[in-house]
């Protein structure tokens, strides 16, 4: 018996080793603009508190606005992004865990975005074009509501024949286990989104998607929902999921019927069961796993310690896909997902300290 025993030991070595690129993401990368405005501010440009849109024709001065008038921060963001770095963040080494895929200009900004995500120890391979300048996103912050417009400019520019099917692209799609796109790229690359998760089916790794906006399930219904069968995880906040609810013809408000259903809607893989994550800002988190319906309570914080809600549900996407890379359970997913929103509501865009401290 004596000679098992050192295998056995290497067996539980290895479980809790994570290998580069496992986890790969797809997304608009876009540049932050923060900054806390007015009601007034929101109210010119026809904004709502609370609120996801694309910039339209109206909001072309918001943006040089917003920097004139107030005080900006300026944070690499985007949503898939901001979730890929969160979970780098979390899992610290090895480096280049999470991969990330978008398309940026080749001016100051796209300059930043490389540097914050080389600082971030993200693997980021972008598609670089020159006709249209890197995307932003100005994140309007009142109270703690914050609305967002994002200007994908360059984001919107993503090729798949000229960059994810590139050879070496495609091998880190090929390496990685563990996929990530938020719904905002449907608006994008549709056809990138459907390769990768066709492949994720195929080979039974996880796929998972964000409802991301209403407006992804109100006008972008028929790529989402052609994706949606392949979809191994679904995330989305309470006005997300009532949009597609109602989009879907649910006829129910109630957010835990609405993760049943949503659940229970065609699925291509069937060895994985869909999960279904919903957050509800400071109520608890609904996750539907095998036939039940859970809410896990979020970690109390004081409202006066709360600094900017913005990118909230991207770092509680992070947080849980940084354990989901190890196979480790449900319940210490949504734990790390809960951890890496408390931190980040603590400061000013999707930033965090050095290290985390979550064991």
């Known amino acids: ?117 080389e600082e971030a120890h993200v693997d980021a391979h972008y598609y670089e074009q020159s006709e249209e300048p890197t995307g932003t996103c100005a994140a309007c912050i009142t109270g703690d509501n914050r609305s967002l417009v994002a200007n994908l400019a360059a984001a919107n520019c993503y090729k798949k024949e000229k960059h994810l099917d590139l050879e070496e692209n495609w091998k880190l799609v090929e390496k990685a286990k563990v996929f990530y796109i938020a719904g905002f790229f449907i608006t994008v690359s549709p056809e990138s989104i459907l390769k990768v998760a066709k492949h994720a089916s195929e080979h039974n790794k996880v796929f998972s998607l964000n409802l991301s906006a209403p407006f992804i399930s109100q006008f972008f219904k028929e790529p989402l929902m052609k994706v949606m ?22 006829e129910t408000e109630d957010i835990e019927e609405i993760a049943k259903k949503t659940q229970s809607l065609p699925k291509v893989n069937k060895k994985r069961q869909r999960i279904v994550v919903f957050t509800q800002g400071k109520d608890g988190t609904v996750v539907t796993s095998g036939n039940e319906v859970m809410i896990f309570p ?13 990118g909230a549900g991207d770092a509680f996407v992070g947080g849980f896909l940084s354990q989901l890379v190890y196979d480790r359970p449900l319940e210490e997913c949504i734990r790390a997902g809960h951890y890496s929103a408390n931190v980040i509501i603590r400061r000013a865009g999707c930033t965090f300290p050095e290290k985390p401290d979550f064991h």
Not at 231 to 238: K, P
Not at 242 to 248: G, I, L, T, V, W
Not at 298 to 310: A, G, H, P, R
């Open 1 to 117: 018996m004596a000679e098992d025993e050192p295998q056995a030991k290497k067996l539980k070595l290895e479980e809790k080793e994570v290998s580069q690129n496992a986890l790969f993401g797809m997304g608009n990368p876009l540049l932050d603009i923060c900054a806390v405005v007015d009601k007034d501010f929101l109210d010119k440009y026809g904004l709502k508190p609370n609120d996801q849109i694309l910039a339209e024709e109206k909001h072309k001065e918001l943006f040089e606005e917003i920097v004139k008038k107030f005080k900006v921060e300026y944070h690499a963001g985007g949503s898939t992004q901001n979730s890929v770095k969160i979970a780098q963040w979390m899992i610290q080494q090895p480096h280049k865990v999470s991969t990330f895929l978008g398309c940026i200009g080749t001016d100051k900004f796209g300059g930043i975005l490389k540097k914050k995500a």
């Open 229 to 250: 069968p392949y979809v191994d995880i679904l995330f989305g906040n309470e006005t997300e999921a009532a949009a597609f609810a109602r989009e879907q013809g649910f």
């Open 298 to 310: 979020v970690l109390d914080i004081d409202q006066s310690e709360i600094v900017d809600t913005n």
